[in-house]
């Protein structure tokens, strides 16, 4: 399987760390990348599946990779 590492800043990877703690391994491929961030977003919504200041800023982070990334 060929890999698909992408644009990430360091200070992106280190604010993503405590919520995917092998993010090392994650920057080699953009797909498993974005769906382990977006579990880990699903992750932090509250008990009614609505949005919390971590999930908000981990969904920026997202859109922030997405873009430097398009």
Not at 15 to 28: H, Q, T
Request: hydrophobic share 35%.
């Amino acid at each position: 399987m060929q890999s698909t590492a992408f644009r990430i800043t360091k200070e992106q990877i280190e604010k993503l760390r405590p919520y995917l703690p092998n993010i090392d391994e994650l920057v080699l491929d953009y797909e498993e990348f974005q769906t382990k961030l977006d579990d880990a977003i699903i992750d932090e919504l509250d008990a009614n599946y609505n949005d919390t200041e971590t999930s908000i800023m981990l969904q920026r982070i997202y859109d922030e990779i997405y873009d430097q990334n398009s």
